[in-house]
Nanobody, 120 residues
Framework: VHLVESGGGLVQAGGSLRLSCAASTSTTHKLFLRGWYRQAPGKQRELVAT????????DYGDSVKGRFTISRDNVENTIYLQMNSLKPEDTAVYYC?????????????WGRGTQVTVSS
């Protein structure tokens, strides 16, 4: 499984960025692109946004609700994160997460991350 994130960068507070995560896999198990997490220096990795399989159900971290939007292109096997009204506290490395199910057990995969830096 190979996850490649892109779209990070430096932006001023109030600005916008759009992250992308493209997945490729040789596994025979179905791979599901779940969503995004982030980790700021000295902090634990936290949920940003996830989207349930085969539905429009989404889950957002409290700090990003109303500002970030997750979407998925199943044909291109790509997941996106539109980030608006960015704040300095959104500065972090953003990781894409994918999951397969093997014998009833979840197996998670992570990208290498993309840096988002929001200046005040």
């Amino acid at each position: 499984v190979h996850l490649v994130e892109s779209g990070g960068g430096l932006v001023q507070a109030g600005g916008s960025l759009r992250l992308s995560c493209a997945a490729s896999t040789s596994t025979t198990h179905k791979l599901f692109l779940r969503g995004w997490y982030r980790q700021a220096p000295g902090k634990q990795r936290e949920l940003v946004a996830t989207r349930a399989p085969n539905s429009d159900t989404t889950d957002y971290g409290d700090s990003v609700k109303g500002r970030f939007t997750i979407s998925r292109d199943n044909v291109e096997n790509t997941i996106y994160l539109q980030m608006n009204s960015l704040k300095p506290e959104d500065t972090a490395v953003y990781y894409c997460n994918a999951r397969t199910t093997v014998g009833g057990t979840f197996v998670d995969y992570w990208g290498r991350g993309t840096q988002v830096t929001v200046s005040s």
